[in-house]
Nanobody, 126 residues
Framework: QVQLVESGGGLVQAGDTLRLSCAASGRTFSSGAMGWFRQAPGSVREFVAAISWSGGSTLYADSVRGRFTVSKDNAKSTVYLQMNSLKPEDTAVYYC???????????????????WGKGTLVTVSS
C-alpha cells in the first residue's frame, strides 16, 4: 500500500523559509511525477509545483516561481518543497500527490493523481 506523508509545516512570519518533505512508502517511484498542491481556507485546491522522477524536470505555479523550489531524492523516495520569502497568502494546507505515469504537465491539472498525502499546514503571519 502506497502512502505519502508530508511534514515540515508550521507557523512562520512573512519573509521566513520552510522546507516541506513528502516521503513515499510502499513502492519505489522511477517514473511518473510528484506534485505539491495547496488549499487555503475557503478556497479551491491549487497547483504549486511538480517534479518528474526521471530526469527531474520541474514546473511551478506563477504565484510561487522564484520563491519555491521543488527537489527530490530518488533513493529516499522523498520530494521536497523549499519555500523562501513566504507571504501571508501562502497560508494553506499543503498536499503532495503522485502520478505513476504522468509528466509534470499532467500533474499540474491535479486530476487523476494516483496517491495523495493528508497534508501539512503552513501558516504565514504578517
Amino acid at each position: 500500500q502506497v502512502q505519502l506523508v508530508e511534514s515540515g509545516g508550521g507557523l512562520v512570519q512573512a519573509g521566513d523559509t520552510l522546507r516541506l518533505s513528502c516521503a513515499a512508502s510502499g513502492r519505489t517511484f522511477s517514473s511518473g511525477a510528484m506534485g505539491w498542491f495547496r488549499q487555503a481556507p475557503g478556497s479551491v485546491r491549487e497547483f504549486v509545483a511538480a517534479i518528474s522522477w526521471s530526469g527531474g524536470s520541474t514546473l511551478y505555479a506563477d504565484s510561487v516561481r522564484g520563491r519555491f523550489t521543488v527537489s527530490k531524492d530518488n533513493a529516499k523516495s522523498t520530494v521536497y518543497l523549499q519555500m523562501n520569502s513566504l507571504k501571508p497568502e501562502d497560508t494553506a494546507v499543503y498536499y503532495c500527490a503522485a502520478s505513476e505515469w504522468g509528466n509534470t504537465d499532467y500533474v499540474r491539472t491535479g486530476d487523476g493523481m494516483d496517491y495523495w498525502g493528508k497534508g501539512t499546514l503552513v501558516t504565514v503571519s504578517s
